[in-house]
Structures are given as structure tokens and as C-alpha cells.
T-cell receptor, first 115, second 112 residues
């Protein structure tokens, strides 16, 4: 069964360093999502792509976070510089299309710890 | 911000018992979905219920939706230790991006 791949699974970094996360969605899925999940809370959408275009980045802290999906396939989320409050699980998900009844398929996540 | 609020926040039951968790949301929706998350892992889709549906079943899962009260419930019957996980509801906005907003989650623990 096809799965969403993410790497790394775990990342420990120091405050003010740069970090990057990678996501490879299920083949053929046009819509890709990045979520941040703080321990004990539900996922919060950071950015949503339709192919290579951003359709929602209203909750993305743009002074330090950036995301790209250059060829409309895999995607990278970057944080520069990292802050202590960025410690969280970063989840990538994909869906076949952007529509009212689409199911999202999640990757295993990247757990980030900022020291 | 999170649209959905799950209740209870945590639930502990014995194996074989039924588990019920509730989700309330704030705005009009096209559909509501339930997801499960095992500790430290990604989310797995369980079931989707459309706004014009009132009840849906999938195996041991039963979901109800009351759009007049803006609430949904997830019932897991004959629970197993493997059902131990966090459960989240997710609602889509009726706006054009079909963005999903997740609730705060219910942590279920099934004791063997």
C-alpha cells in the first residue's frame, strides 16, 4: 500500500539553527499539506499546496518558515532560525485532489526538538 | 485556531466495553472526518460522514452527525487494547480551499 514518506523521523537542533523537513506524497496526489502538532493538541495546518501552488499559508509564520513544492511532487518545509517554541511534531499529508470529500493520508511525522 | 473540541479529553475503559467520544464544531461544514493517532505516529483516517448524513457505520465504528447542534459522536464497540490511541475529528470549511481543522482530540486507553 502506498504511503506518505517523511524524513528525518527525529531532529534535535539548537536554537537559531536552520532545519529542513522533507515529504514525498503518495504518487498521483495533487494536494499536499504540512501540519504542526504540539504535544497534547490536534494538528494545525501550516501550508497547503495544490500541485506546485500554495493555496493556503495563512498560519505559516513567514518570517522564519518557508515551504516549497517545486515540481508539484515532493515538498520541503524549512525553519530558519529555529526557536524553542518550534518543538513539535511536523506532519505531512496528501490527498488525491482538493475537494469537499477527500481523505488525507498522513506520513509518520518528524519530531523536532529545539534546545 | 482549532474549530473542533473533543469530549472527553481522556477516557479509560476495560477491553470489551464501548467507547464514546464527542466532537463539537463552530461553523457550517461539508463533511466531518474522524482520525486515529497511535502514540508518536501519523494520523490514520477512520471514517467520513457528509453533512447530509446522520449516521454511518464501519466495522466496529459508528459515527453520528447532528448539524443542528454542530456535533458528532464516535462510538467504538467491543473495544480492544489495540484501540488505545488518540482520536481526532476534522471538519472542512465550506470555503474554496477545503482546509481541514482538527479538534483537540480524545485520548483513549483500553485496559486488557
Amino acid at each position: 500500500e502506498a504511503e506518505v514518506a517523511q524524513s528525518p523521523r527525529y531532529k534535535i537542533t539548537e536554537k537559531s539553527q536552520a532545519v529542513a523537513f522533507w515529504c514525498d506524497p503518495i504518487s498521483g496526489h495533487a494536494t499536499l499539506y504540512w501540519y504542526r502538532q504540539i504535544l497534547g493538541q490536534g494538528p494545525e495546518l501550516l501550508v497547503q499546496f495544490q500541485d506546485e501552488s500554495v493555496v493556503d499559508d495563512s498560519q505559516l509564520p513567514k518570517d522564519r518558515f518557508s515551504a516549497e513544492r517545486l515540481k508539484g511532487v515532493d515538498s520541503t518545509l524549512k525553519i530558519q532560525p529555529a526557536e524553542l517554541g518550534d518543538s513539535a511534531m511536523y506532519l505531512c499529508a496528501s490527498s488525491l485532489a482538493m475537494g469537499a470529500y477527500e481523505t488525507q493520508y498522513f506520513g509518520p511525522g518528524t519530531r523536532l526538538l529545539v534546545l | 485556531s482549532q474549530q473542533g473540541e473533543e469530549d472527553p479529553q481522556a477516557l479509560s475503559i476495560q477491553e470489551g466495553e464501548n467507547a464514546t467520544m464527542n466532537c463539537s464544531y463552530k461553523t457550517s461544514i461539508n463533511n466531518l472526518q474522524w482520525y486515529r493517532q497511535n502514540s508518536g505516529r501519523g494520523l490514520v483516517h477512520l471514517i467520513l460522514i457528509r453533512s447530509n448524513e446522520r449516521e454511518k457505520h464501519s466495522g466496529r465504528l459508528r459515527v453520528t452527525l447532528d448539524t443542528s447542534k454542530k456535533s458528532s459522536s464516535l462510538l467504538i464497540t467491543a473495544s480492544r487494547a489495540a484501540d488505545t490511541a488518540s482520536y481526532f475529528c476534522a471538519t472542512d470549511a465550506t470555503s474554496g480551499t477545503y482546509k481541514y481543522i482538527f479538534g483537540t482530540g480524545t485520548r483513549l486507553k483500553v485496559l486488557a
